[in-house]
């Protein structure tokens, strides 16, 4: 039997002996857009940590293609937030994006040519390469979002964890980044997107993990993002119920 | 001023800039990371290694030292990390109750052995830079100074280790969750260099003192952050900043006869002043002078735009009158804004009043479309109220491209507005 | 004990007490090396003061010291807030260059003046209890007073700055003038701590006896008088230390003590000491884990139809496995043949464990967004947590969607 590309094992995380998530069971597999939705404080960003081994597991195993994380770290591309670094760092645009492809790299060796040619690639993708020599301070947040994604593209993973990629970004930027997604999924690859915006749900991703502390729902956009499942995530917060009806009946027909 | 050009002065001026380059490229990364004062305590904790170590020893430097101060470098990182994530205390508590701590020991190690051995507190903290030039070593016809030899072997290792790792370092310094999350093990690479800051503290030490190791470790770095953004520059720049700063701190204090050590701190510390002041980019003047040239900027299409409404409101019977100064902008500003429009070519004297000219009017048209546009945007898609919707176009006015216009007017189009836009 | 030790004593111990409770606002601040910037920072003011007016007074040279560590503390905050230097580097730039000048400025005195005069600038580095007389003793009783007073009369306000400054501010309080008046307290205090523990150690004095303190109670009022005490302790046992064996510098004794106070206080504190907390820690852990597990079996013979699950299937790690054995211990499962089956009382208590957890699992489930911050999953029941009403009502919903846990063993297949 071929192993799930992610497999999160009963997985619980605790700050200070308080569960941020608690028993998460999950299988992930084939080159889909997953989108990660809940309430503030649910535990999306943990989730994606998690998987990636950036915070201790209380208990629970995670493993990617039947391997432990470890062994699978090249596999992995990984976007953070974009208030997780300092943004007045003396590095340009292209160097941040040159950071992708260091994983591949291993200890020791430098970036040569032929990484500055899939950085480049990679900026000529998002429709950065004009700003290649600008310092990254200068950027606009829009930008400075695209300059990530164009560092995880360097990084040619099989699987993507993004940590909302859309977060105040421009409209425009936002689509810019969703074809980008689609590309990626039409390459074959796996993409795990923390996501906020209910609204746009349905017309991005395929597939959505419902979270609260502790997995709510997973499954198609179809048949997972529901009114039901939606209220069990959000609860009787009436503004996200009613925009959460109007979407899902929005989305209706068209599935 | 003979002296200055002495072999024992060079020599010393010699160890004050290799020391210098050693402390400002570690210390860059240190400034980066935000954790300058880690060097601060690194530098001050090393000392109960080298206590002990002189004791066993029997003689102040060398091997010995050298790794006392390096086990008790990384004793202290350890300490340090242990008591801000087990023991809770906040960061700078864990720093500041470890190196006092480390510091104190080996004061008391040291003053209770000061009357058999001769070491004491005083070298301790500003060193003994004066004396290098005696304790030499014969190398190839030549007396070199140890501390010479000592310096630069760990000079040939920074710059080795910084080569070989720049990219390791580059990347755990600007994001190390992305790097542990591609396998390069952030913590390997925050002991490497932890490691590497106990090596150069322990090596500048002897030399220059604990204190203006720290100043060494943190002011060139934060200089030469002032003046580029580029990290290469950076480095470079902040090794030039401590050469000058040992060289000019050296004559200074062959003049005024007073210590060495302690003028290297107090010329890095000018230096500093300096950058922050006069810094291109990042200095308090130039950034003045932007805000003072926005500011004129704004009066002044401010100024073209209220030339404008009145044009309008008049459908040319007469050419407009001169318009009261703005309410806004300062009177030192309105006089300058109105010698910008007038350089500009797009105001001109009739007589009596001021009018637009035609490529004042163009400008003026763009201003006003401008500030109708975010009023209709902050209307229809910030859905701010009605009476705060002047305010927030009035300011965004002046910062919108033509090619934000044109999505704006496009984003726009499928409302209503009252306010007709200028054709 | 002489008149001299004594003098000293008294000396240092108030300068401990002092120095202790204003430092616990330091601390919670998270300012601590903002008073050793502040203490280095004082070096050139006090030396500057000896070299203008040419007196040894202490008050002369300690309101020296005074105003060259406030201006040092004010570049601190004016390189942070206007440049893009972070706070952390701000600090050592102050912390060294403004040592640095002080030196410069100490070599003038040693060129200009007598040798005797010069031992005496030099005791501020590392600190000379030794010198201290009863003139002293009477000034820091004076500034200690003061600073006692205005906190106690001020403690309050000062509570409410060190806890939440956006609060604080937004309650109407000045939080500029109170957050200075504070640091101005600390200044001081570092000032009359500069002859007895020097320029380098002082801000020791006002940062460990206040860590130390706040293992040991979670409430401000208790944690500044333990502090006061703690520092009032560690100042008489170091000066007694190096009253009594020869060679000991006071300085670096007391702040050793401290130091020593502190890792006590981290290791053996009951409540957060590193000893107590790591064990509290590994048991919670194993006993989720066991209750975890205890879970799955219930759960997978439930849905066996109550034939019990094989050990594969239900353990999958080491500490797992452990967790097992410690359930056989304690009577509530058996392996029988490879298979992990339910005792009587471990039937009754993986109930009552699967219960809890459907009642948590509904309660979050229908009130996602007030049992986001309430739930605490680790919680085993949840009776006693919520209301009686809300439990009532939680019990009839899982009862009513059929998965009210109710498994009988059934004999052994």
Same mark, same amino acid.
């Given at each position: 039997m071929k192993s799930p590309m992610v497999h999160v094992h009963d997985v619980t995380v605790a700050y200070h002996r308080k569960p941020v998530l608690w028993n998460v069971d999950l299988v992930l597999d084939d080159p889909r857009l997953i989108g990660v939705l809940g309430p503030n404080g649910a535990g999306k960003s943990t989730l994606l940590k998690a998987i990636l081994g950036l915070v201790p597991i209380a208990s629970g195993t995670v493993e990617i293609g039947g391997k432990p994380l470890a062994k699978q770290r090249r596999l992995i591309g990984y976007v953070p937030q974009r208030e997780s670094v300092d943004w007045e760092f003396p590095v340009t645009v292209l160097d941040v994006v040159l950071m992708g492809t260091y994983g591949r790299l291993g200890w020791f060796r430098r970036p040569g040519s032929k990484e500055r040619a899939i950085a480049i690639q990679s900026l000529e993708r998002v429709g950065l390469v004009d700003l290649a020599h600008q310092q990254i301070g200068q950027l606009s947040g829009g930008q400075q979002q695209r300059t990530f994604l164009a560092r995880a593209l360097a990084q040619d993973a099989a699987l993507y964890f993004m940590d909302e990629p859309m977060a105040g970004v421009d409209a425009a930027t936002e689509r810019v980044i969703f074809g980008l997604l689609r590309e990626l999924r039409a390459q074959g690859k796996m993409v795990v997107v923390v996501h906020h915006d209910l609204r746009t749900v349905p017309s991005y991703f395929d597939d959505v993990i419902l979270l609260h502390r502790r997995l709510i729902a997973h499954g198609p956009v179809a048949s997972t993002f529901t009114r039901e499942n939606l209220r069990k995530c959000y609860g009787g917060n009436l503004a996200a119920l009613e925009m959460a009806a109007e979407i899902v009946a929005a989305s209706a027909p068209t599935k | 001023m003979s002296d200055l050009l002495s072999t024992s002065a060079i020599w010393t001026m010699v160890v004050g800039i290799l020391a210098g380059a050693c402390c400002a490229s570690v210390g860059c990364y240190l400034v980066l990371r935000r954790m300058s004062m880690l060097g601060d305590a690194i530098s001050h904790s090393v000392l109960p290694g080298i206590a002990v170590a002189v004791l066993w020893s029997g003689e102040f430097g060398g091997w010995p030292s050298f790794v006392g101060a390096l086990a008790l470098g990384g004793l202290c990182t350890l300490l340090i990390e242990l008591l801000h994530r087990q023991g809770g205390l906040s960061a700078d508590s864990s720093m500041g109750v470890v190196f006092s701590g480390l510091f104190s020991l080996g004061v008391i190690i040291i003053t209770r052995e000061a009357r058999r051995k001769h070491i004491d507190a005083d070298c301790i903290l500003f060193g003994l830079i004066e004396a290098v030039p005696l304790d030499t070593v014969p190398l190839a016809g030549m007396q070199i100074p140890r501390a010479v030899l000592t310096l630069g072997a760990v000079a040939i290792l920074v710059t080795a280790v910084i080569l070989l790792l720049w990219k390791e370092f580059k990347i755990v310094s600007f994001d190390a969750a992305l790097a542990s999350a591609m396998g390069l093990s952030a913590s390997v690479v925050h002991y490497l260099l932890m490691t590497l800051v106990a090596i150069v503290a322990v090596a500048c030490f002897e030399a220059v003192g604990s204190i203006v190791v720290v100043a060494l470790f943190i002011v060139p770095p934060a200089t030469a952050h002032l003046l580029t953004d580029r990290l290469g520059t950076m480095m470079a720049l902040s090794i030039v900043v401590s050469a000058v700063a040992a060289v000019v701190g050296y004559i200074l204090a062959a003049i005024f006869n007073t210590s060495v050590a302690g003028m290297i701190a107090v010329v890095c510390g000018m230096e500093f002043a300096l950058a922050v002041i006069l810094g291109p980019r990042h200095g308090i003047l130039s950034k003045m002078y932007r805000q003072f040239s926005l500011s004129v900027r704004i009066a002044a299409e401010d100024y073209l735009g209220r030339l404008f409404r009145e044009e309008e409101v008049l459908q040319g019977q007469r050419p407009a009158e001169s318009v009261p100064t703005a309410p806004t902008a300062g009177v030192l500003i309105d006089r300058f804004a109105r010698r910008y429009a007038k350089q500009a070519g797009w105001i001109a004297q009739q007589g009596e009043s001021t009018v637009l000219t035609q490529p004042g009017r163009l400008r003026a048209e763009e201003v006003v479309q401008s500030h109708r546009l975010w009023q209709e945007f902050a209307g229809g898609n910030l859905s701010l109220p009605a009476d705060h919707r002047h305010e927030a176009a009035h300011r965004l006015e002046h910062i919108i491209s033509p090619a934000l216009r044109d999505e704006l007017a496009r984003e726009i189009r499928s409302y209503d507005h009252g306010d007709d836009l200028p054709k | 004990m002489d008149y001299n030790t004594a003098i000293v004593l008294a000396g240092v111990s108030i300068l401990g007490l002092t120095a202790g409770s204003v430092g616990s606002f330091l601390v919670l601040r998270k300012r601590a090396l903002a008073g050793d910037a502040l203490a280095h920072a004082s070096l050139p003011g006090l030396v500057g003061a000896f070299l203008l007016f040419e007196r040894r007074e202490l008050f002369i040279l300690l309101a020296g010291a005074l105003v060259s560590g406030l201006i040092g503390i004010a570049v601190v905050a004016i390189l942070s807030r206007y440049? /893009?230097?972070k706070e952390d580097a701000s600090i050592g730039i102050v912390l060294s260059v403004f040592f640095g000048l002080g030196i410069v400025l100490s070599r003038f005195v040693q060129n200009r003046t007598t040798a005797g005069s010069k031992a005496g600038l030099d005791s501020f580095l590392l600190g000379k209890t030794a010198g201290i007389i009863a003139q002293d003793v009477l000034f820091i009783a004076v500034v200690a007073g003061f600073t006692l007073a205005l906190l106690l009369l001020m403690f309050k306000e000062f509570k409410v700055v060190t806890f939440d400054q956006g609060f604080a501010r937004a309650q109407g309080w000045p939080t500029v003038p109170l957050d200075f008046c504070l640091l101005a307290l600390v200044a001081v205090n570092v000032m009359i701590g500069l002859p007895a523990v020097g320029v380098v150690l002082v801000a020791a004095l006002l940062i460990l006896p206040a860590s130390a303190a706040r293992f040991w109670t979670d409430r401000l009022g208790h944690m500044v008088l333990l502090s006061a005490m703690f520092g009032g302790g560690i100042g008489i046992v170091g000066t007694l230390l190096s009253a009594n064996v020869? $060679?000991? @510098?006071a300085g670096p004794v007391i702040v050793l003590s401290g130091t020593v106070l502190l890792l006590f206080s981290m290791l053996?504190? @009951? /409540? /957060? $000491?590193l000893l107590a907390k790591s064990w509290r820690d590994f048991w919670w852990a194993r006993s989720i884990e066991q209750r975890c597990l205890l879970q799955e079996i219930y759960e997978e013979t439930e849905r066996a139809g109550g034939s019990p699950p094989t050990k594969a299937d239900v353990v999958h790690r080491a500490t797992e496995s452990w967790a097992l054995s410690r359930l056989v211990r304690a009577g509530w499962v058996e392996l029988q043949e490879g298979r992990v089956r339910l005792t009587s009382s471990g039937l009754v208590r993986g109930q009552e464990v699967v219960l809890g957890s459907r009642l948590w699992q509904a309660y979050l489930e229908e009130y996602p967004d007030q049992a986001g911050p309430l739930a605490d999953l680790s919680m085993e029941s949840i009776d006693g947590i919520l209301p009686v009403e809300l439990v009532t009502h939680l019990q009839r919903l899982v009862r009513e969607q059929g998965r009210w846990p109710a498994l009988s063993m059934g004999e052994p297949t």
């Amino acid at each position: 039997m071929k192993s799930p590309m992610v497999h999160v094992h009963d997985v619980t995380v605790a700050y200070h002996r308080k569960p941020v998530l608690w028993n998460v069971d999950l299988v992930l597999d084939d080159p889909r857009l997953i989108g990660v939705l809940g309430p503030n404080g649910a535990g999306k960003s943990t989730l994606l940590k998690a998987i990636l081994g950036l915070v201790p597991i209380a208990s629970g195993t995670v493993e990617i293609g039947g391997k432990p994380l470890a062994k699978q770290r090249r596999l992995i591309g990984y976007v953070p937030q974009r208030e997780s670094v300092d943004w007045e760092f003396p590095v340009t645009v292209l160097d941040v994006v040159l950071m992708g492809t260091y994983g591949r790299l291993g200890w020791f060796r430098r970036p040569g040519s032929k990484e500055r040619a899939i950085a480049i690639q990679s900026l000529e993708r998002v429709g950065l390469v004009d700003l290649a020599h600008q310092q990254i301070g200068q950027l606009s947040g829009g930008q400075q979002q695209r300059t990530f994604l164009a560092r995880a593209l360097a990084q040619d993973a099989a699987l993507y964890f993004m940590d909302e990629p859309m977060a105040g970004v421009d409209a425009a930027t936002e689509r810019v980044i969703f074809g980008l997604l689609r590309e990626l999924r039409a390459q074959g690859k796996m993409v795990v997107v923390v996501h906020h915006d209910l609204r746009t749900v349905p017309s991005y991703f395929d597939d959505v993990i419902l979270l609260h502390r502790r997995l709510i729902a997973h499954g198609p956009v179809a048949s997972t993002f529901t009114r039901e499942n939606l209220r069990k995530c959000y609860g009787g917060n009436l503004a996200a119920l009613e925009m959460a009806a109007e979407i899902v009946a929005a989305s209706a027909p068209t599935k | 001023m003979s002296d200055l050009l002495s072999t024992s002065a060079i020599w010393t001026m010699v160890v004050g800039i290799l020391a210098g380059a050693c402390c400002a490229s570690v210390g860059c990364y240190l400034v980066l990371r935000r954790m300058s004062m880690l060097g601060d305590a690194i530098s001050h904790s090393v000392l109960p290694g080298i206590a002990v170590a002189v004791l066993w020893s029997g003689e102040f430097g060398g091997w010995p030292s050298f790794v006392g101060a390096l086990a008790l470098g990384g004793l202290c990182t350890l300490l340090i990390e242990l008591l801000h994530r087990q023991g809770g205390l906040s960061a700078d508590s864990s720093m500041g109750v470890v190196f006092s701590g480390l510091f104190s020991l080996g004061v008391i190690i040291i003053t209770r052995e000061a009357r058999r051995k001769h070491i004491d507190a005083d070298c301790i903290l500003f060193g003994l830079i004066e004396a290098v030039p005696l304790d030499t070593v014969p190398l190839a016809g030549m007396q070199i100074p140890r501390a010479v030899l000592t310096l630069g072997a760990v000079a040939i290792l920074v710059t080795a280790v910084i080569l070989l790792l720049w990219k390791e370092f580059k990347i755990v310094s600007f994001d190390a969750a992305l790097a542990s999350a591609m396998g390069l093990s952030a913590s390997v690479v925050h002991y490497l260099l932890m490691t590497l800051v106990a090596i150069v503290a322990v090596a500048c030490f002897e030399a220059v003192g604990s204190i203006v190791v720290v100043a060494l470790f943190i002011v060139p770095p934060a200089t030469a952050h002032l003046l580029t953004d580029r990290l290469g520059t950076m480095m470079a720049l902040s090794i030039v900043v401590s050469a000058v700063a040992a060289v000019v701190g050296y004559i200074l204090a062959a003049i005024f006869n007073t210590s060495v050590a302690g003028m290297i701190a107090v010329v890095c510390g000018m230096e500093f002043a300096l950058a922050v002041i006069l810094g291109p980019r990042h200095g308090i003047l130039s950034k003045m002078y932007r805000q003072f040239s926005l500011s004129v900027r704004i009066a002044a299409e401010d100024y073209l735009g209220r030339l404008f409404r009145e044009e309008e409101v008049l459908q040319g019977q007469r050419p407009a009158e001169s318009v009261p100064t703005a309410p806004t902008a300062g009177v030192l500003i309105d006089r300058f804004a109105r010698r910008y429009a007038k350089q500009a070519g797009w105001i001109a004297q009739q007589g009596e009043s001021t009018v637009l000219t035609q490529p004042g009017r163009l400008r003026a048209e763009e201003v006003v479309q401008s500030h109708r546009l975010w009023q209709e945007f902050a209307g229809g898609n910030l859905s701010l109220p009605a009476d705060h919707r002047h305010e927030a176009a009035h300011r965004l006015e002046h910062i919108i491209s033509p090619a934000l216009r044109d999505e704006l007017a496009r984003e726009i189009r499928s409302y209503d507005h009252g306010d007709d836009l200028p054709k | 004990m002489d008149y001299n030790t004594a003098i000293v004593l008294a000396g240092v111990s108030i300068l401990g007490l002092t120095a202790g409770s204003v430092g616990s606002f330091l601390v919670l601040r998270k300012r601590a090396l903002a008073g050793d910037a502040l203490a280095h920072a004082s070096l050139p003011g006090l030396v500057g003061a000896f070299l203008l007016f040419e007196r040894r007074e202490l008050f002369i040279l300690l309101a020296g010291a005074l105003v060259s560590g406030l201006i040092g503390i004010a570049v601190v905050a004016i390189l942070s807030r206007y440049t /893009r230097i972070k706070e952390d580097a701000s600090i050592g730039i102050v912390l060294s260059v403004f040592f640095g000048l002080g030196i410069v400025l100490s070599r003038f005195v040693q060129n200009r003046t007598t040798a005797g005069s010069k031992a005496g600038l030099d005791s501020f580095l590392l600190g000379k209890t030794a010198g201290i007389i009863a003139q002293d003793v009477l000034f820091i009783a004076v500034v200690a007073g003061f600073t006692l007073a205005l906190l106690l009369l001020m403690f309050k306000e000062f509570k409410v700055v060190t806890f939440d400054q956006g609060f604080a501010r937004a309650q109407g309080w000045p939080t500029v003038p109170l957050d200075f008046c504070l640091l101005a307290l600390v200044a001081v205090n570092v000032m009359i701590g500069l002859p007895a523990v020097g320029v380098v150690l002082v801000a020791a004095l006002l940062i460990l006896p206040a860590s130390a303190a706040r293992f040991w109670t979670d409430r401000l009022g208790h944690m500044v008088l333990l502090s006061a005490m703690f520092g009032g302790g560690i100042g008489i046992v170091g000066t007694l230390l190096s009253a009594n064996v020869s $060679g000991l @510098p006071a300085g670096p004794v007391i702040v050793l003590s401290g130091t020593v106070l502190l890792l006590f206080s981290m290791l053996a504190s @009951p /409540r /957060r $000491g590193l000893l107590a907390k790591s064990w509290r820690d590994f048991w919670w852990a194993r006993s989720i884990e066991q209750r975890c597990l205890l879970q799955e079996i219930y759960e997978e013979t439930e849905r066996a139809g109550g034939s019990p699950p094989t050990k594969a299937d239900v353990v999958h790690r080491a500490t797992e496995s452990w967790a097992l054995s410690r359930l056989v211990r304690a009577g509530w499962v058996e392996l029988q043949e490879g298979r992990v089956r339910l005792t009587s009382s471990g039937l009754v208590r993986g109930q009552e464990v699967v219960l809890g957890s459907r009642l948590w699992q509904a309660y979050l489930e229908e009130y996602p967004d007030q049992a986001g911050p309430l739930a605490d999953l680790s919680m085993e029941s949840i009776d006693g947590i919520l209301p009686v009403e809300l439990v009532t009502h939680l019990q009839r919903l899982v009862r009513e969607q059929g998965r009210w846990p109710a498994l009988s063993m059934g004999e052994p297949t």
